[in-house]
């Protein structure tokens, strides 16, 4: 069982929104803002799309957007296109041993 | 480019040991902490261990503490990871990652899958 829990699946059509939550604990989300997002497409690599709750790393497009309350964080993608389909992951720094903690990841379907 | 290619995965019994190997290129190798993350096929992302930039801090999530060893040579951009009692929940791919200065992860390997299983 991941620390973090996402939703396992949610899925909008082509140019509709969708939001992406993570839930962990006052130990890591509620904690700190280092809330970070993944995209991984099937058979690839992880890829950065969200640092420090909402900042976007250079490239990644505007479409992409984080925020977090409490202990909480959302990663919401405006204007769904079919190549956002992909699995999402959450993560934090926790204060934990562990350091890092995950989510299950969400897998998007973009209908 | 940043450049991260793992290699030494396979398969191995429980109980026994291998040695990942990571090459890295395209940026400053000793300027970055570096991490192994781990993914059981289809399920999510576990983080293993991490080294900072001259190799001499160290950490361990608990599920590998004592029995892995992550290290790193900065003069041939390579960073290493000796896994020993290896067990079957130790199967998954391996990730070599850079540390994004913002306790994130901003570049992955393309993984190297271990399987431990007689």
């Known amino acids: 069982q991941s620390a973090l829990t996402q939703p396992a699946s949610v899925s909008g059509s082509p140019g509709q929104s969708i939001t992406i939550s993570c839930t962990g604990t006052?130990?890591?989300?509620?904690?700190?803002?280092?809330v970070s997002w993944y995209q991984q497409h099937p058979g690839k690599a992880p890829k950065l799309m969200i640092n420090?709750?909402?900042n976007r790393p250079s490239g990644v497009s505007n479409r992409f957007s984080g925020s977090k309350s409490g202990n909480t964080a959302s990663l919401t993608i405006s204007g769904l296109q079919a190549e956002d389909e992909a699995h999402y992951f959450c993560?934090?720094?926790?204060?934990?041993?562990?350091?890092?903690?995950f989510g299950g990841g969400t897998k998007l379907t973009v209908l | 480019e940043v450049q991260l290619v793992e290699s030494g995965g396979g398969l191995v019994q429980p109980g026994g040991s291998l040695r990942l190997s990571c090459e890295a290129s395209?940026?400053?190798?000793?300027?970055?902490?570096m991490h192994w993350v781990r993914q059981v096929p289809g399920k999510g992302l576990v983080w293993v261990s991490r080294?900072?930039?001259?190799?001499?801090?160290?950490t361990y999530a608990d599920s590998v503490k004592g029995r892995f060893t992550i290290s790193r040579d900065n003069a041939k951009n390579t960073l290493d990871v000796q896994m020993n009692s290896l067990r079957a929940d130790d199967t998954a791919v391996y990730y070599c990652?850079?540390?994004?200065?913002?306790?994130?992860?901003?570049?992955w390997g393309q993984g190297t899958l271990v399987t431990v299983s007689s």
């Open positions: 990652v850079r540390d994004g200065h913002s306790y994130d992860f901003d570049s």
């Open positions: 395209g940026f400053s190798f000793s300027s970055y902490y």
């Open positions: 080294i900072n930039g001259d190799g001499r801090d160290t």
């Open positions: 006052s130990s890591d989300v509620g904690r700190y803002n280092y």
């Open positions: 420090e709750v909402s």
């Open positions: 993560s934090s720094y926790t204060s934990d041993t562990t350091l890092w903690v």
